[in-house]
T-cell receptor, first 112, second 112 residues
């Protein structure tokens, strides 16, 4: 079975542009998480969904960030407008009814 | 406020010896703990976990120890192999919450 799929793997964009990151969770998993990893702050939870419903978005840094999960097999994280401080690796993870989360390979975002 | 702390950013050991990675937590409500391993350019992968009702869990070369009174857990790898070289993250969950709180990671290098 395929793991969590993220696209693109790398994104380079200019400040002010809109960025959309995509995630396909593992089939049958009912929760989906978006994380951001930076050297300074480590792995931070941005938002998570349960059965496609956003449950906790307290980690979303500001209104420039938004996330959607229109169905059980797809989620997006959008940054508009992007800023250089948004440069990081963004991970998507999904989980079944257990504690373990399964991570995708990440999207490395660079905003110049 | 960092609730999960990995105070050693890096650790270097010789092949065949024991690797001990440490993790401290501050929130006494945490009741489930996990270790993840991360290779460069990949997402974290689940390694081993332990519930707060136990003080030890073993899986092959990997053993996790939990000391609730000290709010401390450790991951032992015996014997260490060069393929174990990776960043190891400690994570904690509380009260059935789906959220995981991660430490900043320890980079383990196993020298041949």
């Amino acid at each position: 079975d395929a793991g969590v799929i993220q696209s693109p793997r790398h994104e380079v964009t200019e400040m002010g542009q809109e960025v959309t990151l995509r995630c396909k969770p593992i089939s049958g998993h009912n929760s989906l998480f978006w994380y951001r990893q930076t050297m300074m702050r480590g792995l931070e939870l941005l938002i998570y969904f349960n059965n496609n419903v956003p449950i906790d978005d307290s980690g979303m840094p500001e209104d420039r960030f938004s996330a959607k999960m229109p169905n059980a097999s797809f989620s997006t994280l959008k940054i508009q407008p992007s800023e250089p401080r948004d440069s990081a690796v963004y991970f998507c993870a999904s989980k079944p009814d257990t504690y373990e989360q399964y991570f995708g390979p990440g999207t490395r975002l660079t905003v110049t | 406020d960092q609730q999960v702390k990995q105070n050693s950013p890096s650790l270097s050991v010789q092949e065949g010896r024991i690797s001990i990675l440490n993790c401290d937590y501050t929130n006494s409500m945490f009741d489930y703990f996990l270790w993840y391993k991360k290779y460069p350019a990949e997402g974290p992968t689940f390694l081993i976990s332990i519930s707060s009702i136990k003080d030890k869990n073993e899986d092959g070369r990997f053993t996790v120890f939990l000391n609730k009174s000290a709010k401390h857990l450790s991951l032992h790898i015996v014997p260490s192999q060069p393929g174990d070289s990776a960043v190891y993250f400690c994570a904690a969950s509380k009260g059935g919450s789906e959220k995981l709180v991660f430490g900043k990671g320890t980079k383990l290098t196993v020298n041949p």
